[in-house]
């Protein structure tokens, strides 16, 4: 457990910095857009794509990250209305059906970027396996969270950090 946790801060720390990146580039590159369009009246070809690819990009890591800061959306009032028992069995069927989702998206997700390494980004050029990783790279970091919280789960009757039983 301690060792998934280290391995959870390290990669979290990475895609929280990830995240920064990818906001800052879509900072910078969209108003340089507007700027050329309206302005300048010449578009340039790789914006739009730079654009996209770092808001996917951002999403997929900060979506990881926000997962860690129990950022998502829960039924925390329906859990605390049932008898204990009964809320302990939906939170262990609610982690089953985050297990199965997120390892069908990582399935999925890994297939397309397999499938994608030969095409082209059009305006870049760039392999759009680069793009599609996010999807699966994403998902896996949700998934480790996920096995962090179901084994604090297990271990504390609860999956959120600080609770202790």
Known sequence: MQLLQR???V???VASWGTIFFMAVMA???PYEVFGRYVLEMMSTWSGEVATFSLVWATMLGGAVGLKKGYQVGMVAVLEHLPPLAARLMQGVGYLFMFFFLGIMIFY???QTIANIAQRSPAMQI???YPYAALPLGFF???L?????FLRFVKNGS???????
Not at 145 to 149: A, K, M, Y
Not at 159 to 165: C, I, N, S, Y
């Open 145 to 149: 969270v996920t096995l962090e919280d």
């Open 28 to 30: 910078i590159v969209i």
């Open 141 to 143: 970091l949700m998934l």
């Open 159 to 165: 999956g959120k950090e600080g609770d202790e039983a």
């Open 7 to 9: 391995i959870n801060a």
């Open 11 to 13: 990669l979290l720390k």
């Open 109 to 111: 997700g890994t297939e």
């Open 127 to 129: 392999p759009m396996c």
